[in-house]
C-alpha cells in the first residue's frame, strides 16, 4: 500500500528517524498498566516499537487514510484501531475503567488539548509521553520563575512528576516542521489526590495566568475574594512566582475564606 500523504489541516509531520521512534517507545516503563494508546500514529513509525512491548498496544487515530494503512500493514493491531477524535472520545468505550498509558507523536495543533484532556482522565492514566512543539514540551516542564511557567505547567505538575527528555530536529520529518520538536514524559504522582477543590484550583489557575503580569491581588479580583484574605502575603507576587504547591495552599486558603 502506497505511503500515506501528510495533511496539513491535521497537523501531521511524519517521522522518519528509527531511532527516534524506538527511543520514543523507550520511555514508557509500563509500570501499573497493561494497555497503551498511541495517539496519531500516522503510518506506524511508533507503533512498531510499541508492538514489541509486553503490553497490549492501542491506537487512535482520525485519518481515514491512515487508519486504512496500519489495518493493511500491522495485523497485530487487528481490532485495536479506533478511527476516532480522542479529544471527543469516550475512551472506556475501549478501556472500561482500566489503567492505561498515552504515548504519540502528537499533531501540534492539538497537543495542549491532548494534555488537558489526559488531566482528565489522569485517574487512569499514570504514565504519559511523547513528542510535542519544543515550547510546548518546555512549557509543560517548566518551573516557577520561568517566563514560560504557566496555567499548563501547575496543573499537569499538580498531578504529575513532569520531564523534559530530548529535543528533535526538523529534518526528521516529512514534511518537516518550521520548530524543533522535544520528547517529555509525565509520571502519575502516588499520591496526586489534591487536599482542595480541584475545579476551584482550575479557577485559581486559569484567572491568575490571564494576567500574569499583575500582582495575585489583582489577577484575582473576579473571584472576589475577602478583604482579610487579600492581605495575605502571597497575593503580592506575580503568578509566575507561586509553585505548583503554593498554587494548591492558595486554593485551600481561598476555600476556607469563601466570602
Known amino acids: 500500500m502506497e505511503k500515506v500523504k501528510a495533511k496539513k489541516h491535521l497537523g501531521q509531520h ?3 528517524d528509527e531511532s527516534i521512534a524506538k527511543a520514543i517507545a523507550d520511555t514508557l516503563n509500563l509500570e501499573g498498566y497493561d494497555d497503551v494508546l498511541e495517539i496519531g500514529p500516522g503510518m506506524g513509525v511508533l507503533t512498531k516499537y510499541l508492538l514489541e512491548k509486553p503490553i497490549t498496544t492501542y491506537v487512535i487515530e482520525i485519518d481515514t487514510e491512515s487508519v486504512a494503512y496500519l489495518d493493511a500493514n500491522y495485523p497485530k493491531l487487528k481490532d485495536k484501531i479506533i478511527s476516532k477524535d480522542f479529544l471527543k472520545y469516550n475512551i472506556n468505550e475501549v478501556f472500561d475503567g482500566k489503567q492505561f498509558a498515552i504515548i504519540g507523536n502528537f499533531p501540534y495543533n492539538i ?18 509521553s511523547g513528542m510535542f512543539q519544543k515550547e510546548v514540551a518546555e512549557r509543560i516542564c517548566s518551573k516557577k520563575g520561568s517566563k514560560v511557567y504557566g496555567i499548563l505547567s501547575v496543573l499537569a505538575q499538580a498531578f504529575y512528576d513532569v520531564e523534559y527528555l530530548f529535543t528533535v530536529d526538523e529534518t526528521v520529518f516529512d514534511p518537516p516542521p518550521k520548530v524543533k520538536s522535544g520528547v517529555m514524559r509525565m509520571r502519575r504522582k502516588e499520591n496526586y489526590t489534591l487536599p482542595c477543590s480541584e475545579k476551584l484550583l482550575f479557577t485559581v489557575v486559569k484567572t491568575a495566568f490571564q494576567q500574569r503580569r499583575k500582582t495575585m491581588r489583582n489577577s ?3 473571584l472576589n475574594l475577602s478583604d482579610n484574605l487579600r492581605e495575605d502575603t502571597i497575593f503580592d507576587l506575580r503568578p509566575e512566582q507561586l509553585s505548583v504547591e503554593q498554587f494548591i495552599e492558595l486554593t485551600q486558603k481561598i476555600e476556607a475564606n469563601a466570602v
Open 14 to 16: 511524519f517521522l522518519k
Open 111 to 128: 497537543s495542549t488539548q491532548i494534555v488537558f484532556r489526559t488531566l482528565e482522565y489522569r485517574n487512569q492514566i499514570p504514565e504519559f
Open 220 to 222: 484575582l479580583k473576579s
